[in-house]
């Protein structure tokens, strides 16, 4: 892995700050990682103890927490899902997520400082906290030039939410940014639990539009179908659903639409798998979709009235992408970080499109934490494979892992630092891919041949 002097500068501060414990973590836990197939081969040390990458491969820190933005706000931390999205000129942007809770008024875009605070309260932001300062969770944008790997601007783009967990892109060039709890007054002036619309080129602030009729829980991610218009929807709780949207006018969230969820054929009301094998690896399954009421939940019950109508359960629904299958399918990938009788994670494949109905697989469930382990945001690379992050807290030192079209794990990269991975993304182009590192929040754009995997896994 080679590192320029410019990107190490970058990230110097972080990395040395880490490289100390990773050194003792590592050395202490022996191997963190094990692989089924070869993937790009093994991970080599980082010379700046920060992420270790697989030969050929680099990486740059583009954007860092607290940094002064282009609007005068501050970068702010806990970076978690991301989506990136092509603009005029060659140039790509990157709109991130923060997940900041209504206490973290100084970790986001105005580090808790009086004068920033009343100058974002008057640009239109969402809502605010008991103590009036206005709530720091929300979404920044970096404008990124790929030719010259420099960054020309970030910018705050959606102001006064709180914990924007993760996401995804829309076809029609937004972030989808997902509100990953259910607090209300009085400790804000407004409920929580929506998701919101961000543009992409727009400059500046979005709309701080709540997105009532898709349903208030603790969101997590979506993934849009191209073909149909249709938003799917996972939930982040032991007890959580797998949902999807069906728009009045697709393409148009903000006008409604109807909230389904989604059950299990054959049986099955439990995809967890805590108690034993009720969903068996490899094995696909019909499913049905069940219409929801009263879908603004003001008791935060929308999941279990669901359940007792037959909805499935999954253990912390989180990162959802689309791939494509084979006639015309479409694949939505999503995983759930604590399910399988180890709860380590699963991977599932949803089919939609196909010409035998709607179809749920479990692809993969982790029997090892060195193979996976917490299961989270994830992305289809452009070749096929899945690019999942993993989130085991405390001392566990978190990896990406690569999963090839057989559903074989392999590991790409190692994050020296007791924080998790997330946001994983890929350039248009399938050049670079962008991931975050949680907290200290650093977005990363990391290069290599990617495509070679395609032999190396086969």
């Known amino acids: ?48 103890g920060f992420l270790d990458l697989p030969r050929g491969f680099s990486y740059q820190v583009i954007s860092s927490a607290g940094e002064a933005m282009d609007d005068g706000f501050l970068v ?22 923060h997940e900041l809770g209504v206490d973290s008024a100084r970790k986001g875009p105005t580090g808790g400082d009086p004068k920033r605070e009343a100058r974002l309260a008057g640009r239109g932001a969402y809502d605010r906290a008991s103590s009036g300062m206005v709530l720091p969770g929300g979404t920044s944008t970096v404008i990124y030039d790929p030719a010259t790997g420099r960054r020309e601007e970030q910018f705050l783009s959606l102001a006064g939410t709180t914990v924007n967990c993760a996401g995804g892109i829309t076809p029609w060039g937004s972030w989808l940014s997902c509100e990953e709890t259910v607090v209300a007054a009085p400790e804000t ?18 709309d701080p539009v709540p997105l009532k009729a ?40 903000a006008r409604g639409g109807r909230l389904q ?22 094995s696909s399954h019909p499913v049905r979709w069940i219409d929801l009421a009263e879908v603004e939940s003001p008791g935060d019950d929308l999941r279990l009235r669901g359940h007792a109508l037959g909805a499935a359960l999954f253990a912390r629904g989180e990162g959802i992408h ?86 074989k794990l392999y590991t790409l990269a190692r994050l020296n630092a007791e924080t998790e991975l997330a946001g994983a993304c890929f350039s248009p182009d399938g050049s670079i891919l962008f991931v975050n590192a949680y907290a200290p929040g650093r977005t990363l754009a990391i290069r290599g041949p990617w495509r070679s995997v395609s032999d190396a896994a086969a």
């Not at 929580?192 to 619309?197: K, Q, Y």
């Not at 997590?220 to 797998?242: K, M, N, Q, S």
């Not at 049986?267 to 490899?282: H, L």
Request: charged letters at 20%; proline letters at 5%.
């Open 261 to 282: 969820a989604l059950a299990i054929a054959n049986g099955i009301s439990d995809s967890r798998n805590w108690s034993g094998t009720g969903f068996a690896a490899g």
């Open 322 to 407: 689309l791939g494509l299958g084979q006639d015309g399918a479409r694949e939505f990938f999503f995983t759930c970080t604590s399910g399988g009788s180890g709860r380590y994670g699963q991977i599932f494949r949803l089919t939609t499109g196909g010409g035998s109905g709607d179809r749920l697989e479990l692809f993969v469930e982790s029997t090892d934490p060195q193979l996976m382990d917490y299961a989270d945001n994830l992305t289809v690379a452009p070749w096929g494979h899945l690019i999942v992050c993993e989130d085991r807290t405390g001392n566990k030192i978190n990896h990406l892992k690569g999963v090839s079209p057989q559903g």
């Open 189 to 206: 002036g407004r409920s929580h639990g929506w998701i919101f619309e961000v543009p992409a080129a727009r400059r500046g602030l979005a």
């Open 1 to 48: 892995m080679s590192i320029s002097r410019r990107q190490f500068g970058l990230g110097s501060m972080a990395a040395m700050a880490f490289a100390s414990y990773a050194q003792r973590a590592i050395a202490s836990a022996g191997a963190t990682y094990r692989s089924e197939i070869a993937g790009y081969g093994d991970l080599l040390p980082d010379p700046a």
């Open 76 to 97: 702010p931390d806990n970076f978690d899902g991301m989506g990136c999205f092509a603009l005029p000129g060659g140039k790509l942007a990157l709109v991130r997520n």
């Open 214 to 253: 898709m349903g208030r829980f603790r969101h997590e991610a979506a993934a849009v179908d191209p073909v149909t218009g249709i938003v799917y929807l996972t939930e982040d709780r032991d007890d959580g659903l797998f949902y999807r949207f069906i728009p009045d006018h697709p393409g148009e969230l």
